[in-house]
C-alpha cells in the first residue's frame, strides 16, 4: 500500500497558486505561486496576518468551522494593474485542514465589463438620436403641424439623425463580422497597389467637396500580398475618409505606400501605407486610446461629421486578422499620420504578381 503524500508536497505540484491553513489558523504548507503572489514570508504564521481581505477571512473561518467549501474574491495588484482572483476554501477530508486555491479571473471580469460598457455605449448612442426625433415627431403632430418652414427644417433633421443611427447599426454589425473573422487568415492574394487606387477614386468626390487634395505617393510595380480585399478597402476608406473630413478646407491629405525588405515590428518584409493629413493633430494624451470602442477624442466634432466611434475599432481588428499594425503619430497644430504596416511573404517582397 502507498504512503499518503505530505500536504506540503501535493500543493507544491500544484500549477496555480495554493496552501493549507490547519485547524489553529496557522498556514502550514503553500506553493511557489502562493508566496509570489502574497509577497511576504507566510509559511507558519496565522492566515488573516497574510489574508487580511475581509470575504477570504470569513470564507477560510466558515470552512475550518465544519461548514464545508465556499468561495471569496480576492483582489491584488501586479505590475501595476488590478488583478483579481476566485479563491476556493475545501476541506481536506477530515484532518481539519483547510484548502485555498487561487484562479485568476481577471480576464473574464474584464470581457465582462467590456461587455456592459458596450451595451451602455450603444445605449448612449442611440438614445440621443431617438429622443431628438420622438421630440420632431410631437412637434410635428401638434404646433408645426401647419408651419410649412418648421416642418422641412425638422423633416430635415430627422433624415440627419435617422441616418446617424443607421450608420450606428451598419458598424456595429461590420464589426461583429470582423471579430468573428478575426482568427481566419486570408489566403487569396490581391494587389495592394490597385486597391488603395480604387480606394482613393471612390473618395474623390467627398475629397472635391471638402475642397482637399489628395496625393497618391504610390509604387510604379504591383504589391502582392493575402489578404481581404473588402476589408482592407474598409480600413483606407476609414482613414482616408477621416483625413478628408478632419484635415481641413483646402489642405491635402497624402497616402504614401513604401515596401520595406524588413521592418522592426513586423520582423521580415512588409508594405507601409501611410494617411497623412494637415489637421489640426491629435492631443498625445488621446492616441492610445483612439481604437477603443467609441472613444472620441473630440465627441462634438466628430459626431457633427458623422463618426460612430467604431471606425477605428473596427480597423483594429481587420489588421489583427491580416497580422498587420496601426501606428498613429500627431502633432498638435501640424496634423496627423495614421500608419497601416501589413506583412508581405519573404520571397520576393510581395512585389511581383
Not at 500500500?1 to 497558486?17: F, G, R
Not at 410631437?138 to 408645426?144: D, K
Amino acid at each position: 500500500m502507498s504512503t499518503p503524500l505530505p500536504v506540503s508536497e501535493v500543493i507544491a505540484a500544484l500549477p496555480q497558486p495554493a496552501l493549507a491553513i490547519a485547524g489553529d489558523e496557522m498556514i502550514i504548507a503553500l506553493n511557489k505561486a502562493a508566496q509570489d503572489l502574497l509577497g511576504m514570508p507566510a509559511q507558519g504564521r496565522h492566515f488573516i496576518t497574510v489574508l487580511r481581505q475581509p470575504s477570504v477571512v470569513e470564507a477560510v473561518e466558515r470552512c475550518l468551522s465544519g461548514a464545508g467549501p465556499s468561495t471569496a474574491a480576492y483582489l491584488t495588484r501586479e505590475s501595476g494593474n488590478d488583478v483579481t482572483y476566485t479563491v476556493t476554501v475545501s476541506p481536506v477530508g477530515r484532518t481539519g485542514i483547510a484548502l485555498l486555491s487561487f484562479q485568476d479571473i481577471t480576464a473574464v471580469t474584464a470581457a465582462s465589463q467590456m461587455r456592459r460598457d458596450f451595451v451602455a455605449n450603444v445605449s448612449h448612442e442611440l438614445r440621443t438620436p431617438l429622443t431628438a426625433l420622438m421630440g420632431f415627431i410631437e412637434t410635428l403632430r401638434g404646433p408645426a403641424r401647419d408651419d410649412a418652414s418648421a416642418r422641412a427644417r425638422f423633416l430635415e433633421i430627422m433624415q440627419n439623425e435617422t441616418e446617424r443611427m443607421n450608420r450606428l447599426v451598419g458598424d456595429l454589425l461590420s464589426l461583429s463580422r470582423v471579430e468573428a473573422d478575426e482568427r481566419v487568415r486570408p489566403t487569396v492574394r490581391i494587389d495592394l497597389r490597385t486597391l488603395v487606387t480604387s480606394t482613393l477614386r471612390n473618395l474623390a468626390p467627398l475629397a472635391a467637396e471638402a475642397n482637399v487634395t489628395l496625393r497618391p505617393l504610390l509604387p510604379e510595380v504591383p504589391v502582392m500580398l493575402p489578404a481581404d480585399a473588402d476589408q482592407l478597402m474598409q480600413v483606407f476608406t476609414n482613414l482616408v475618409e477621416n483625413a478628408i473630413k478632419y484635415g481641413g478646407n483646402g489642405k491635402s491629405v497624402t497616402i504614401e505606400m513604401s515596401v520595406a525588405p524588413n521592418i522592426d515590428t513586423l520582423r521580415g518584409p512588409g508594405v507601409k501605407i501611410a494617411v497623412r493629413d494637415e489637421g489640426p493633430g491629435i492631443d498625445a494624451q488621446h492616441i492610445p486610446r483612439l481604437t477603443e470602442r467609441f472613444y472620441r477624442a473630440d465627441s462634438h466634432r466628430s459626431r457633427d461629421l458623422g463618426g460612430t466611434g467604431l471606425g477605428l475599432a473596427i480597423v483594429k481588428h481587420i489588421l489583427n486578422r491580416h497580422r498587420g499594425r496601426l501606428r498613429i503619430a500627431s502633432t498638435l497644430g501640424q496634423g496627423s499620420e495614421f500608419s497601416v504596416i501589413l506583412p508581405l511573404e519573404a520571397e520576393g517582397a510581395g512585389n511581383n504578381p
